[in-house]
């Protein structure tokens, strides 16, 4: 038998590729495991701590001074009591510069953190390269596909925007409480605390402008105003810093000057009452020009009509334009309806004009303010100094009125110069005394 040697056959493999740098992505994760590490989320809670911590003092302290403004103890307790609240100054200052220290250690955490991360993002763009099946850019690339798949779901069952409910036919039902006061300031204007004036945010705000808040203080005699002066958050409203002001005109006072609190602003315009006018004006704050709707004849104005309680009446108050859902509305009066409000909705357009008119039984004097919710009108009056009760409504839909409401809420102040309702946020706000104050409307489907 012939032995038949076997045949091996070999070649050699040449890699021309560079090896993978294993070590380098090792270094990756263990650079991405320390970041994770030195985020703090002890110290982040402990300035969410401090925020609430200081929060409540600041409320608290609010609290004490309301009370001591009120008191009348002959001085007796008086250096006692401003002793007491320096302390709490004291401490309020020791929680802000602590406060203070953990928000420069967060940010110094926070600048280190940014320069890691984009030292390995550039770090992974080179280790990329080694992908030469490109399956991280298709993973990337279903990622998108599946974003833009959510997205079209998301799309398709979206429910679209309920319409403008008709005047009279809220969704939220009736008015049933007035909670608050949610926050509260003091205006101030070059140095001065004026009394008379309105403030809140447009209910149709034009792009750009959805944060922003707007005040009317009345400067000259309580009587009326010039300008509007613009904020672009609350914060900015209530330290009243960073704001904007927008004059409407530069001889003042004329026909187009403000005339009462009675302010609104709406689809990026101010109504307002024209001064020494039977018409109600509106102010365009991007083409800042003025048109104007002239009230029907022997309508109140010039303080025939103001809102009144225990013989005391809030100056120049004939005219209260208001918002609601549906729009802009005027309540006011004339001797032809015995002094009782009547109501019209402000129609919009190219110049302004007056809708039909709606009268009610309620004496204007008798009333303190009022204000629409959903195409039904509410009324206010005076109960004492620290109480106002709504105690009044008008449906426009089916005409009924309503004396028996009996919905109190607490003031910041003895008197409300305005009051307004915004629809996009369900809040009032009022004006009282130099002081803005919002609460919070509650209905009946929202308790």
């Not at 021309?16 to 809670?45: R, W």
């Not at 967060?106 to 080179?126: A, C, D, F, M, P």
Request: glycine content about 6%; hydrophobic content about 30%.
């Amino acid at each position: 038998m012939q032995n038949v040697k076997a045949s091996h056959c070999a070649c050699e493999l040449t890699n021309v590729e560079k090896p993978f740098p294993k070590d380098k992505l090792l270094s990756i994760e263990t650079s991405a495991a320390e970041c994770n590490k030195n985020i703090q989320l002890a110290k982040v809670s402990e300035e969410a701590s401090l925020r609430l911590g200081l929060h409540k003092r600041l409320l608290q302290l609010q609290d004490e001074v309301s009370v001591l403004e009120q008191e009348d103890d002959g001085g007796l307790y008086g250096a006692v009591s401003l002793r007491i609240i320096e302390l709490e100054l004291a401490q309020l200052l020791q929680l802000i510069n602590k406060l203070n220290e953990t928000n420069i250690m967060q940010e110094n955490l926070g600048r280190n953190i940014t320069v890691n991360v984009l030292h390995l993002r550039k770090e992974l763009k080179q280790l990329e390269k080694f992908d030469h099946m490109q399956i991280i850019q298709k993973l990337e690339e279903n990622k998108g596909l599946q974003r833009s798949l959510a997205q079209c779901q998301e799309e398709l069952q979206a429910t679209p925007p309920p319409p403008t409910p008709p005047p009279g036919s809220c969704p939220h039902g009736r008015l049933v409480q007035v909670d608050g006061p949610k926050s509260s300031s003091i205006t101030e204007h070059d140095g001065y605390h004026y009394h008379y004036g309105s403030w809140g945010q447009d209910p149709k705000p034009s792009h750009g402008k959805e944060g922003w808040y707007w005040l009317v203080a009345l400067t000259k005699s309580d009587t009326h105003a010039n300008y509007v002066r613009l904020y672009t958050s609350l914060n900015a409203l209530m330290v009243g810093k960073g704001h904007t002001d927008v004059s409407i005109d530069y001889y003042n006072p004329n026909t187009h000057t403000i005339q009462g609190p009675n302010v609104v602003m709406y689809g990026d315009a101010l109504y307002y009452g024209c001064y020494n006018t039977p018409s109600v004006c509106r102010f365009n704050m991007t083409s800042r020009k003025v048109t104007t709707a002239a009230l029907p004849p022997k309508s109140g104005v010039n303080n025939k009509f103001p809102f009144c309680h225990l013989g005391y009446c809030y100056v120049y108050t004939d005219l209260d334009l208001m918002t609601d859902d549906s729009g802009v509305w005027l309540a006011y009066t004339s001797a032809e309806n015995y002094g009782n409000v009547m109501l019209c909705q402000v129609e919009s357009g190219h110049v302004p004009k007056l809708g039909r008119t709606l009268k009610t039984s309620l004496y204007k004097r008798s009333a303190t303010n009022t204000f629409m919710a959903c195409g039904v009108l509410y009324a206010t009056r005076y109960v004492d100094k620290e109480t106002e009760e709504v105690f009044y409504s008008f449906d426009t839909r089916t005409g009924v009125e309503r004396y028996d409401l009996d919905i109190r809420f607490k003031k910041i102040k003895a008197n409300v110069e305005s009051l307004n309702y915004n629809p996009s946020d369900l809040k009032l706000y009022a004006y009282s005394d130099s002081h803005v104050v919002q609460y919070d409307a509650i209905f009946e489907r929202g308790i």
